[in-house]
């Protein structure tokens, strides 16, 4: 491009690009100034004026080395504000040795700089129709703040050495990827605050060492994937909170993050789908989905690994009909689950190692899957026979483990007696699926001795049995079978040799009771073995249990 063919505006930022010079035109006229013209009629508005008019060509030969080389202690930019950029701004596969600094800017066609290497690149408070840099190499910051943009931003497999910088900027592309950042390389922070998006967020295989900070973005697919970070990897903290906002699914599965994921304040929108899926996640210190969090949808965190805590202090969970939170595999040091109101949908924890639990019986969920899910110690223990209540909202099949694992809870905090408790409300669960003679062996062994878990009860018993026994038999003394040999009849001797078969005082071969005294003797017989069976199957069921 000729220097006779710039207009006047790009023949200034010709004249400011060696030193980098700011060039202003948003306040000059568009084109010379037209001769006088009569106001219009009444009732009629004047003509909005355009912003001056810079030619992309124009741009791209500064950019490009049209101008000549710079003298010594030059330090050539290109800075411009307030220009409307016609045509297509095309740079692809090309080296840019000069930051480019736009504000203010308004572009008819995207920028096209795929493949392109340029030391820094800086938009703010422009229009794009979209802006295309897939692939390219930026040795800076790129900034694209505060922007407007009507098509996507590209960025896959883009290498950027310095910040990322997308705040306040509002990108639509409703129905498609919006943002598309795949396996994209920051080398700085990912810094999206206020971001607006309406399409999908799409980073998936992109790595930052810095932090990614979202607060109060608002992502927009409704029924698609609002945000895809799908096996990213962040060195420093991944950031929703607060105010962030979401309608649509949010992917972090297969996400490495060095230190901690907060979506406190947030609000996640995916009515009877997956509103967070952080399947397989490795954080390093905390998972935060507290403090204020609002999902309609489920949460799915199957096998996610958190080194500190994981935490739905105060969250609001919301999936009818289906797994409103899922924590299969789920490991953590810590796990809050003191949430602002019940779950309202199933509770999956199966086969989850959750560490130090923290809950509130307030929230209990009403659906709990516990099946194979460990903990070290209840933060707050509570009596065993509300904690039974707390398992026995897992619906389904009989399972041993949670009362098991319950009762060595118990145990390891000192409490035998809620840990026996626990124990016997579990084979009481057991009872209520076995066949009906076997659970009429089973409620005899509950009422006597508690399947061995209440040996006193047993105890008690003998000596109930024991004084009804003595007194009838004093009232009633029974006669003697050979009265010359008889020792003297004793009523309590008599009733012990009746009720103990392993023992004996010399009294039951003596006398011959009759009539009522006869049946009485039946029953404190029978009486008899079935305390000594029963004493005798708890005790070996509570040891080999224990």
């Not at 009732?43 to 791209?60: I, N, T």
């Not at 009762?407 to 016997?424: M, Q, S, W």
């Not at 009849?489 to 071969?509: E, K, R």
Request: proline share 7%; aromatic share 6%; with cysteine.
């Amino acid at each position: 491009m000729r220097l006779n063919e710039l207009n006047v505006h790009e023949r200034r930022l010709w004249d400011a690009f060696p030193q980098g010079r700011r060039v202003d035109v948003s306040t000059e006229p568009a084109h010379p100034a037209p001769p006088a013209q009569p106001a219009p009629p009444a009732g009629l508005a004047a003509p909005a004026p355009s912003a001056p008019v810079v030619r992309a060509d124009a741009v791209a030969a500064l950019l490009l080395g049209a101008h000549a080389e710079p003298a010594p202690g030059d330090r050539p930019a290109l800075r411009l504000t307030g220009a409307h950029i016609t045509g297509r701004l095309d740079l692809g596969f090309t080296e840019v040795a000069v930051p480019v600094l736009l504000a203010d800017c308004r572009f008819d066609e995207a920028p096209l700089l795929q493949g392109a290497r340029t030391r820094q690149l800086v938009m703010t408070d422009c229009t794009l129709p979209g802006l295309v840099a897939d692939t390219a190499q930026i040795d800076g910051r790129l900034v694209v703040s505060r922007c407007r943009l009507t098509g996507p931003l590209v960025l896959n497999r883009t290498q950027i050495h310095g910040d990322l910088d997308l705040r306040d900027t509002v990108i639509g592309f409703p129905g498609g990827e919006a943002v598309s950042a795949i396996h994209a390389r920051v080398a700085g922070d990912a810094l999206c605050t206020n971001l607006a998006v309406e399409g999908t967020f799409r980073l998936s295989g992109a790595s930052i060492e810095g932090e990614f900070d979202l607060e109060s973005a608002a992502l927009r697919a409704p029924g698609a994937n609002a945000l895809d970070a799908y096996h990213v990897r962040i060195a420093q903290d991944f950031t929703f909170h607060p105010g962030f906002s979401a309608e649509g699914r949010i992917i972090l599965s297969g996400a490495t993050v060095a230190a901690a994921i907060g979506f406190c304040g947030a609000r996640l929108s995916n009515p009877g789908d997956i509103a967070l899926e952080a399947v397989d996640v490795t954080v390093g210190r905390n998972f935060d989905l507290g403090l204020g969090l609002t999902v309609d949808g489920a949460v799915k965190l199957d096998g996610t690994r958190v080194g500190t805590e994981l935490s739905l202090r105060d969250a609001a969970l919301t999936h009818q009909d289906g797994t409103a939170l899922s924590l299969r595999s789920t490991q953590a040091r810590e796990t809050d689950l003191r949430t602002r109101r019940p779950i309202d949908g199933v509770v999956d924890a199966r086969n989850a190692r959750l560490g130090t639990l923290h809950d509130a019986q307030d929230t209990w969920p009403t659906d709990l899957r516990l099946a194979d899910a460990t903990y070290d110690t209840l933060a707050f223990p509570l009596p065993a026979a509300e904690r039974v209540r707390w398992i026995r909202r897992t619906t389904g099949d009989y399972l041993p483990q949670p009362y098991e694992q319950l009762a060595a809870t118990y145990r390891r905090l000192g409490h035998e007696d809620e840990a026996r408790t626990v124990l016997l409300a579990k084979q009481r669960a057991r009872r209520a699926t076995l066949p009906a003679h076997t659970r009429l062996w089973g409620h005899v062994q509950d009422a006597a001795v508690g399947y061995g878990y209440r040996p006193l009860r047993a105890g008690l018993w003998l000596l109930a049995l024991l004084a009804c026994g003595a007194l009838y038999f004093a009232l009633h003394t029974p006669a003697p079978l050979d009265p010359g040999k008889a020792p003297p009849f004793n009523a309590v001797f008599y009733t012990l040799d009746l009720l103990v078969p392993i023992i004996t005082f010399g009294q039951d071969n003596a006398f011959a009771p009759r009539g009522t005294g006869q049946w009485l003797s039946y029953a404190l017989i029978a009486a008899g073995w079935i305390l000594a069976t029963t004493v005798t199957a708890g005790i070996s069921r509570a040891v080999s249990r224990q």
